[in-house]
C-alpha cells in the first residue's frame, strides 16, 4: 500500500520542479526542456500510482471473495 502511495504522490512532488521556469528565465530552451521532463516525470508517476493501485486493490478483491 504504501509503494502505490508514494507512487501517487510523485505527480505533486514533480509539479513544484516547474519552477524551473523560474531559475532559467534567462535560457528559455533549458527551461522549455525542464518543464518538458517535469511533465514526463509526473506522467510516468501517475501511471506507476494507478497500476500499483490496481494491483493493490485486485489483491483485496480476491481476500474478500
Known amino acids: 500500500d504504501i509503494v502505490a ?7 505533486g512532488f514533480t ?3 516547474l ?3 523560474l531559475a532559467y528565465a534567462k535560457q528559455p530552451q533549458v527551461a522549455v526542456e525542464g518543464t518538458l521532463a517535469v511533465l514526463i ?3 510516468i ?3 506507476i500510482g494507478v497500476i500499483l493501485t490496481a494491483i493493490r486493490a485486485r489483491h483485496y478483491r480476491s481476500i474478500d471473495a
Do not use: P, W, Y
Not at 502511495?5 to 505527480?11: E, F, P, T
Open 5 to 11: 502511495v508514494a507512487g501517487l504522490g510523485g505527480i
Open 15 to 17: 509539479v513544484s520542479l
Open 19 to 21: 519552477m524551473n521556469e
Open 41 to 43: 516525470a509526473s506522467v
Open 45 to 47: 508517476a501517475a501511471v
